[in-house]
């Protein structure tokens, strides 16, 4: 079972899935920058999606899907924007004291941000915005993460740590592996003295009786 990671949607496979609701869900893309376009789109602080992550197909439009396969599959391009998150901005006559303020439960739209380059910095910002904050323009841009280089780069360096955490992980399970057979193969060699000793044991006890035959 998967759950959807947009804030505040609480969809499920379990209770939400294609069959009884036509509702389907999908990974994250191995892209760096679609990516972190996903996880903006999520309204989530701090926080980085695992192999089991998924946002389901509510978040799309029917735009973003690709008509060409059975199967309900994304474009590669595609990023979630409905019923995400809605960002509402107050621009005064100095556009240095512009607010942006944050509201959940409905996407950016064009309307709000009438350029490109300000939709694509407003998907950013959400992520780390939360509901009654209030920002200047100023601070704003302090908080867009970078260009897309350093944005993919940070991407590679999080996975990069992902792979050592596993790695570490996997360490662990094979040293506590390898004790669990350091103890079977202790005892396995004591049952085989214990076996040895009563062989000669028997041994010794035949050649009494053999002596004892003898001289008999």
Not at 52 to 79: G, M, P, Q, W
Not at 136 to 151: C, I, L, Q
Not at 157 to 174: A, F, N, P, S
Request: proline share 3%; aromatic share 6%; net charge positive.
């Amino acid at each position: 079972m998967v759950f959807c990671s947009i804030s505040q949607c609480g969809n499920s496979s379990a209770t939400s899935n294609y069959i009884n609701k036509g509702i389907t869900f999908h990974r994250f893309p191995q892209d760096a920058i679609t990516k972190d376009q996903w996880i903006s789109a999520t309204g989530k602080r701090n926080w980085f999606p695992t192999s089991n992550s998924r946002i389901c197909s509510l978040h799309f439009t029917e735009s973003d899907y690709n008509n060409s396969t059975k199967r309900r599959t994304l474009l590669k391009n595609a990023v979630p924007t409905v019923n995400t998150w809605k960002l509402i901005t107050e621009v005064t006559n100095n556009d240095d004291d512009a607010e942006i303020k944050s509201e959940p439960g409905s996407p950016v739209s064009s309307s709000i941000c009438s350029s490109p380059s300000c939709f694509q910095k407003c998907t950013i910002l959400q992520a780390i915005l939360t509901d009654k904050q209030k920002i200047s323009m100023a601070e704003y841009e302090k908080t867009v993460t970078g260009t897309p280089r350093e944005r993919k780069l940070r991407a590679e360096v999080d996975q990069q740590k992902r792979v050592i955490k596993e790695q570490r992980m996997k360490i662990k399970r094979l040293q506590c592996k390898a004790r669990r057979y350091k103890k079977t193969i202790l005892k396995l060699k004591e049952l085989n003295k214990n076996l040895e000793d009563k062989r000669f044991i028997n041994e010794d006890q035949t050649s009494v009786s053999e002596g004892m035959n003898v001289g008999t």
